[in-house]
């Protein structure tokens, strides 16, 4: 059974970082795709960042470009997304999901099939 588990949500200031992780299971990263997408009450999901299990290869949300960093630790199974310089508008529940296997047909923010239950991001001004 393939699960992805998000953790790293709280609570922080405006300026402030934090980093989300998120584990998966009942798969080996090879040539899958993992995605964060966040959404914040009211509003629609949307895609934040993507990485490549098997060339590394990043999307970023034009809304986070040079404040958001994903990177992909293939040994663990884990996919980060490291959040810099973080601002009120950012607050949401943040999810990550997966391609598996990786979807060349569709854009980096679509053709998820699993996806996790979400943790929730705080930012305070």
């Known amino acids: 059974e393939i699960k992805l588990v998000e953790s790293g949500g709280g609570l922080v200031q405006a300026g402030g970082s934090l980093r989300l992780s998120c584990a998966a299971s009942?798969?080996?990263?090879?040539?899958?795709?993992i995605g964060w997408f966040r959404q914040a009450p009211g509003k629609e999901r949307e895609g934040v960042a993507f990485?490549?299990?098997?060339?590394?290869?990043?999307y970023y949300a034009d809304s986070v470009k040079g404040r958001f960093t994903i990177s992909s630790d293939n040994a663990k199974n884990t996919v980060y997304l490291q959040m810099n310089s973080l601002k009120p508008e950012d607050t949401a529940v943040y999810y990550c999901a997966a391609q598996v296997p990786e979807n060349y047909e569709t854009k980096w923010y679509e053709g998820y099939n699993y996806w996790g239950q979400g943790t929730q991001v705080t930012v305070s001004s």
């Open positions: 009942g798969f080996t990263f090879y040539d899958d795709a």
């Open positions: 990485i490549s299990t098997n060339d590394d290869s990043t």
